[in-house]
């Protein structure tokens, strides 16, 4: 039997050790990269046709919905199964839209990690029913008057860690961008939103769950 050959891309040591045992008691999937940066998980998707491409959404160098969306641009059908801590709620619905074929939270329950694999590997689609809540809402007229849906994907990853507390300079250390760059994003998040300050941006982050309170 041909193995699904998968490319875990994660900073974290101990999850990519995870990942690995877990498959390494299969007898249809293999590891056969990893990467922790994600300038290197772009450059090994560039190399080859994976069977599955397992992304963690927040690494050094390019990273979130960004990643995604330029791994689908060099292999349109490589199948992407985002596995995150990130809640559901900040950044499911953004990863799908960009191109991933499923969700999964590292909280959640490890016996769902195998299934997802599977089905997303399979050319199927993984989320939660809390998810799937989420797509119906945001399709939703009244959706587009939620002031966190009008951030383009760099501002709504801007906004992600100015609520988490980020200084402007860690933020653009982590993104790779300049401070003033940054800066810029911020200005633009707060008009688009309409908040006055940095403590408005957080406490509507709390009331929508888009941070844990």
Not at 51 to 57: E, I, P, R, S, W
Not at 108 to 124: T, Y
Not at 153 to 172: H, K, M, N, P
Request: aromatic residues 4%.
């Amino acid at each position: 039997m041909m193995k699904i050959e998968v490319l875990l891309a994660d900073d974290h040591a101990i999850i990519r050790d995870g990942l690995k045992k877990i498959l390494a008691d299969t007898e249809d999937m293999v590891v056969a990269g990893e990467a922790m940066n994600g300038h290197a998980a772009l450059d090994l998707v560039r190399e080859r046709n994976w069977g599955l491409v397992v992304l963690d959404l927040s690494m050094p160098g390019r990273s979130g919905v960004e990643l995604i969306k330029l791994i689908k641009t060099e292999r349109p059908q490589c199948p992407v199964l985002i596995f995150s801590m990130h809640p559901e709620e900040q950044y499911a619905v953004r990863a799908l839209r960009a191109g991933a074929s499923g969700y999964l939270s590292k909280e959640g329950d490890s016996d769902l990690i195998l299934p997802a694999l599977r089905k997303v590997a399979a050319g199927g689609v993984y989320f939660s029913a809390r998810v799937a809540e989420l797509l119906v809402s945001e399709a939703a007229p009244h959706a587009q008057s939620l002031p966190h849906t009008r951030l383009s994907d760099r501002e709504y990853q801007i906004f992600d860690r100015i609520v988490r507390g980020l200084s402007l300079t860690a933020i653009a250390h982590e993104l790779s961008l300049s401070i003033k760059t940054v800066s810029t994003h911020k200005s633009h998040i707060m008009s688009k939103m309409e908040m006055k300050n940095q403590v408005d941006l957080v406490r509507y982050a709390i009331s929508h769950q888009l941070i844990a309170n």
